[in-house]
């Protein structure tokens, strides 16, 4: 089954220009389509002789991976954009975790920055572990190197340089990340806690 490419609401944005959105979309795009190119090969190869194929359907298992991290990364990425900037909800249920696990959403925030400014192409990602009932947050390298395995996303931000580096060029990270928390409607973040934290039926 091919996944279809998701459209986002996206306003124009404070400190990120449409067309670094625009490209950063094309990106995306291509993403969903080398995920859907590649389940078709593996598809086509191992029902034609998955043993003479091995290396090959090795190799684009392999990659195959890759492809839907990026694809899923972006989908949380852009989804926290949509519908504008707005503030996190004073007494909602996120906002009482972060005062509990943080001291607050500014220090969440600031620390996220400091994750977010590691060197190299990756995520600054803050995950939920409802099994513990504790955020973690942490680096993901490209898309794949670090997860916390089966722990759903909370926030998800892109530090490529693709996100940066036509507005601000490739020392821009920093002012690209003070940006992306100026446009973020923590709605999005908030529902997506909402929905993990209830009670598990
Ligand atoms: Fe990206």
């Known amino acids: 089954m091919n996944y279809a490419e998701k459209k ?9 220009s449409d067309e670094s959105v625009k490209q950063h979309l094309a990106l995306y795009a291509g993403y969903v389509k080398n995920f859907n190119a590649m389940s078709a090969q593996i598809n086509e190869l191992a029902g034609i002789d998955h043993e003479k194929y091995a290396i090959a359907l090795g190799e684009l298992a392999r990659r195959r991976a890759f492809e839907f991290d990026g694809m899923r990364l972006h989908e949380h990425y852009f989804a926290q954009l949509e519908g504008g900037t707005k503030e996190i909800s004073k007494g909602g249920v996120l906002t ?41 947050s942490g680096f993901v390298g490209e898309q794949h190197q670090g997860h916390f395995v089966t722990l759903p996303i909370l926030l998800a931000l ?7 580096i036509l507005d601000y060029g490739a020392s821009g990270r920093g002012t690209y990340i003070d940006a992306f928390f100026k446009n973020l409607n923590w709605g999005v973040v908030e529902s997506r806690f909402a929905k993990l934290s209830a009670p598990e039926r």
Do not use: C, T
């Open 8 to 16: 986002f609401n996206l306003p124009s944005l404070e400190g990120i």
């Open 96 to 136: 009482q975790m972060l005062d509990k696990e943080y001291r607050g959403a500014d220090n969440l925030v600031s620390m996220m920055k400091l994750v977010a400014s590691v060197r190299g192409p990756g995520w600054a990602i803050l995950y939920w572990d409802r099994e513990a009932g504790q955020p973690l």
């Open 158 to 164: 892109d530090v490529w340089e693709h996100a940066y």
